[in-house]
């Protein structure tokens, strides 16, 4: 196994009287596909949002890749290895395809704002080096031939594809993909699933949160489930899907 990417311990997060999280903790090794499922409001968004620094836990530590974090702001948290997607597609819709990605790129970048103002000749050859990256990352999720088109103007599914490449283009330890396959027809379900398995094979690491359970017991190495913010069950999925507590936690609600 590899070594271990995310651990995060103990956290809790409540909302005026509800006790959205209460003691949860995941360990993720590099190369893992983690999932983490449950009922409607069984506290994943909160989970994520407090691991990428939107929401502040009220409790909890928090390691990425052997260094402690405090997820206390977002781009502390994208500065120390996590990327994200989210729920609602969030692109810049007027920006191409390209610059969309250029723009997940230039938090690593030297020049600054001096070199911006000035177009030094650092920052020249930085932006060709990003545009180049950029344009990988494109072809490398499976939409190079729109990193001209607007990001609008691209389907439903590449637009998912473009969130992913713009959080790869980060070089993050961890990708956190929030329920991805949302609003997906098959067809497109069955690329994301082969884009996630391929970025798996090349040593990354990502946190899932599906609804499609199917997807997730397809495709992921390790499961987390929630409900009422508990975290009922952690294994493989064919021990997740054999917990009695799971079986209840969907059928009680009618979810899956
Ligand atoms: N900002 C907030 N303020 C108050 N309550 C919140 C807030 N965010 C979430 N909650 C509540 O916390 C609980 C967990 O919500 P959360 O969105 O994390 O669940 P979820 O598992 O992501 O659900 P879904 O599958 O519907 O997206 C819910 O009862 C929700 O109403």
Redesign the pocket.
Same mark, same amino acid.
């Given at each position: 196994m590899g070594d271990v990417v995310l651990q995060v311990a103990g956290i809790s997060?409540r $909302?005026?009287g509800?006790q &959205? %999280?209460s003691d949860v903790g995941v360990t993720i090794h590099r190369g893992q596909v983690y999932g %983490?499922i449950?009922?409607?409001? &069984?506290?994943?968004?909160? $989970? $994520?949002?407090v691991i990428t620094g939107l @929401?502040a836990p009220d409790s909890g530590s928090f390691e990425l890749a052997g260094k402690p974090y405090k997820p206390s702001a977002v781009h502390e948290v994208a500065r120390a290895g996590i990327a994200r997607t989210f729920?609602n597609i969030r692109l810049f819709p007027d920006m191409t395809a390209l610059e969309n990605v250029m723009v997940g790129r230039h938090i690593r970048t030297s020049s600054g704002l001096f070199g911006a103002m000035f177009r030094t000749r650092h920052f020249r050859d930085e932006e060709a080096a990003i545009a180049r990256r950029a344009q990988e990352l494109l072809e490398y999720v499976g939409i190079g031939r729109y990193a001209d088109y607007r990001a609008r103007t691209l389907s439903y599914g590449d637009q998912r594809r473009l969130e992913i490449a713009r959080a790869m283009a980060t070089d993050p330890q961890l990708i956190a993909l929030d329920?991805p396959a949302a609003g997906m027809n098959a067809t497109e379900k069955t690329q994301l699933r082969e884009l996630i398995d391929r970025i798996r094979n090349d040593d990354r690491t990502i946190l899932l949160?599906e609804?499609d359970v199917k997807l997730v017991m397809g495709l992921c190495d390790r499961v987390t489930v %929630?409900d @009422?913010?508990k975290q009922i069950a952690e294994g493989t999925p064919a021990e997740v899907q054999k917990n009695e507590k799971v079986i209840e936690a969907y059928l009680g609600t009618g &979810?899956h």
């Open positions: 997060k $909302f005026g509800l &959205a %999280l %983490l449950g009922p409607n409001g &069984a506290g994943k968004t909160t $989970f $994520f949002n @929401y729920q329920e949160i609804h %929630l @009422y913010g &979810a």
